[in-house]
């Protein structure tokens, strides 16, 4: 089991900057790929960002790609999402998520674990 817990969600104007935070517990965090995934309201969840095991890969969602930077602290088993010029369509409860399965993981279905979100709103 791996228990996951999200902070650093909030309310930032458009432009703006907000480091997300996934601290980890249970398991050896390591042993898992990581990644954040969102959900807006009326719309289903989608892929943001994901990490492989090491950190040594990563991968994002055209829609974020240049804006934010996914990364991890094995040693401190967390993760984080660094997003830059954020956008009101950015807009959305974002969740840490942690998968078993080797390299980088961008689908929802094939992650094991789940946070409890953390809210992010970008006013314009």
């Known amino acids: 089991q791996v228990q996951l817990v999200e902070s650093g969600g909030g309310l930032v104007q458009a432009g703006g900057s907000l480091r997300l935070s996934c601290a980890a517990s249970?398991?050896?965090?390591?042993?898992?790929?990581m990644g954040w995934l969102r959900q807006a309201p009326g719309k289903e969840r989608e892929f943001v960002a994901a990490?492989?095991?090491?950190?040594?890969?990563?991968v994002y969602a055209d829609s974020v790609k240049g804006r934010f930077t996914i990364s991890r602290d094995n040693a401190k088993n967390t993760v984080y999402l660094q997003m830059n010029s954020l956008k009101p369509e950015d807009t959305a409860v974002y969740y840490c998520?942690?998968?078993?399965?080797?390299?980088?993981?961008?689908?929802?279905?094939?992650?094991?674990?789940w946070g409890q979100g953390t809210q992010v709103t970008v006013s314009s």
């Open positions: 249970g398991r050896t965090f390591s042993s898992y790929a």
């Open positions: 998520a942690a998968s078993a399965r080797l390299g980088v993981v961008t689908f929802a279905y094939e992650y094991h674990y």
């Open positions: 990490i492989s095991r090491s950190g040594g890969n990563s």
